[in-house]
């Protein structure tokens, strides 16, 4: 876990993540999301609704972290979700993920 928790921050040095509901959805209609990473404790609202975006557009989602995880792997406080917008920083964490005993929901069931 420690391995993709540091590569979560590195993604955000580089600028490669997307924060915020909004923003995320935005970016998720123009295609530029690769993953979704949602929080396991997030509201049930919020959940469905990014959930719902990321199977119409067929983008690669997970529920894998914490609020807590991801807000201290970002820097930033109270992160629900974040969408990362390179394709080679989503393999690598997908990879990273899958070793660790996560599972990727690919949006396309």
Do not use: H, P, W
């Not at 876990?1 to 997307?18: D, E, P, Y």
């Not at 123009?30 to 609704?49: H, P, R, V, Y």
């Not at 390179?86 to 990727?104: A, M, N, P, Y």
């Amino acid at each position: 876990m420690k391995k993709s928790l540091n590569l979560l921050g590195l993604m955000t040095r580089a600028g490669k993540i997307v924060t915020g509901e909004e923003l995320i959805t935005k970016n998720i209609q123009e295609s530029k999301i690769q993953l979704l990473l949602i929080a396991t404790d997030c509201g049930n609202n919020t959940k469905k609704k990014l959930s719902d975006k990321s199977e119409y557009y067929k983008i690669n989602k997970l529920e894998y972290f914490t609020i807590d995880e991801i807000s201290r792997a970002i820097g930033r406080e109270n992160r629900v979700a974040v969408g990362i917008t390179d394709s080679g920083f989503s393999k690598r964490l997908k990879k990273l993920i899958i070793e660790e005993g996560g599972c990727i929901d690919n949006g396309k069931n």
